[in-house]
């Protein structure tokens, strides 16, 4: 149970949501309150899905982390990549379950943004995360949009779409995620072998 729990990274899973409710917070301040069902469930949604990413993660990075990290669970044979993969999809649906959900709180919109950012995980992580900074920058939009599902949380339809707080806290992210996501690149430069990535 213990090598599971590391795989989902739950304290970045944890952090991933909270910028959700940041993102309702700074559009409606303490207001947030009369949201609380909606917030509960999107806050769960973007749980779920960002860790089931890290579980793919560690599982299409396997050979990469037996050089760069190994200590992580399928490295180290506490997990099978088998059983690893299973764990992944288990968790993708859990969160898509709750998407369901989300169309009795939210906008249609808010629930494309939801898919959206998942077959965004997918992508970066089945094929995006080994082409340079085209990776970097798809997870830093990933972290950019759980600010802006937050504020599709609170907002009325037809203020979604304009500029606002959750907006910009949504760029900074997204800054300062692509320049974390290269430093990363730069620490895993030596078992990043099959992976073009910027510093590489």
Known sequence: MHYILRMTRPLTSFMAALSVLIGALVIIGKDVILYVPSLILSFFTVFFICAGGFVLNDYLDREGDRINHPERPIPSNNIT??????????????????????????????????????????????????????????????????????????????????????????????????????????EDMKGDLKRTTLPR
């Open 81 to 186: 990549p088998r059983k690893a993969l299973a764990l992944s999809i288990g968790i993708f649906i859990g969160g898509l379950a709750c998407v369901n959900f989300l169309v009795l709180f939210f906008s249609p919109l808010s629930v494309i943004i939801v898919i959206i950012g998942a077959g965004v995980l997918v992508c970066y992580e089945v094929r995006f995360k080994k082409i340079g900074i085209a990776g970097n920058a798809m997870v830093g939009i990933l972290v950019a949009l759980t600010y802006i599902f937050g504020s599709f949380v609170v907002l009325p339809p037809g203020d979604i779409l304009k500029l606002n707080t959750a907006h910009i806290l949504a760029l900074l992210a997204f800054c300062a995620i692509m320049g974390r996501e290269i430093i990363m690149d730069i």
